[in-house]
Nanobody
């Protein structure tokens, strides 16, 4: 059973930075595509950034140039570096994992971490 544990959320002012980290519980981390989703109050959950098992990355348009997703296969972690944060980045951020070699694989979710950007 895959378990995901996020950390690093908090309250920051506009323009500041935060780094989120997600710990993956299993030894098969290198087989999984990873992603960070976010859900703002009253809105649907959306993809913020993703990284495949081979290291290809993808970002939603509103975070391009400000967010960077990375993975450390030795530590079984995926991080999201968030710079130049804006009020509209306020959301619960969820780490997600899906096996990259299995068709219609199940998607796993962490419990989420709150990011609040406010002056």
């Amino acid at each position: 059973q895959v378990r995901l544990a996020e950390s690093g959320g908090g309250l920051v002012q506009p323009g500041e930075s935060l780094r989120l980290s997600c710990q993956f519980s299993e030894n098969l981390f290198t087989y999984y595509d990873m992603a960070w989703y976010r859900q703002a109050p009253g809105k649907q959950r959306e993809l913020a950034a993703s990284i495949t098992r081979t290291g290809d990355t993808n970002y939603t348009e509103t975070v391009k140039g400000r967010f960077t997703i990375s993975r450390d296969n030795a530590r079984n972690t995926v991080d999201l570096q968030m710079n130049s944060l804006k009020a509209e980045d306020t959301a619960i951020y969820y780490c997600s994992a899906r096996h990259g070699l299995v068709t219609n694989a199940r998607r796993y979710w962490g419990q989420g971490t709150q990011v609040t950007v406010s002056s």
